[in-house]
């Protein structure tokens, strides 16, 4: 029987997948994992409430996240990357292992800021949320 645990893991993957799979490597999918776990820790709601409002929070616009999403695939089975993650978001889940974020909730890919509400929150001078991480592409705000 599949328990709420395993279900909120196997959407975590997913989303973290859909994501920054396009990132490359291991890190970038665990890394928006985590800012996912981050909300759940600081009361955004529980882990459903917190994956189905994802697209809420996105730096990409709704048109374009919709046609990120016809284009997206899941991972082989076999995708090392899929086979390694695994084990990672019981991590997420547990908040425990290599803390790649610190406090981080939302992120970005640097050449997809397209959502006034995202450029608004994360404002270097007035925006909420300031950027504490990530990499050249993958933008981190917390």
């Known amino acids: 029987m599949l328990r709420p645990r395993e279900f909120a893991t196997s959407f975590l993957l997913h989303a973290a997948w859909f994501e920054a799979a396009h990132f490359g490597g291991l890190k970038p999918i665990q890394m928006v994992a985590q800012c996912i776990g981050n ?9 459903h409430q917190v994956l189905s409002s994802l697209p809420q929070y996105s730096a ?3 048109s374009l996240r919709q046609e990120h999403w016809l ?3 899941l991972p082989a089975q076999n995708d090392p990357r899929f086979l390694a993650l695994l084990p990672l978001m019981d991590q997420v889940y547990d908040n425990s292992g290599e803390r790649l974020v610190g406090e981080a909730v939302l992120w970005a890919d640097a050449r997809r800021i397209e959502s006034a509400w995202f450029r608004g929150a994360t404002h270097p001078v007035t925006g909420q949320f300031k950027r504490c991480g990530g990499s050249a592409e993958l933008i981190l705000f917390g």
């Open 39 to 47: 909300r759940v820790r600081l009361g955004w709601g529980d882990w």
């Open 60 to 62: 990409e616009l709704a």
């Open 71 to 73: 284009k997206f695939q």
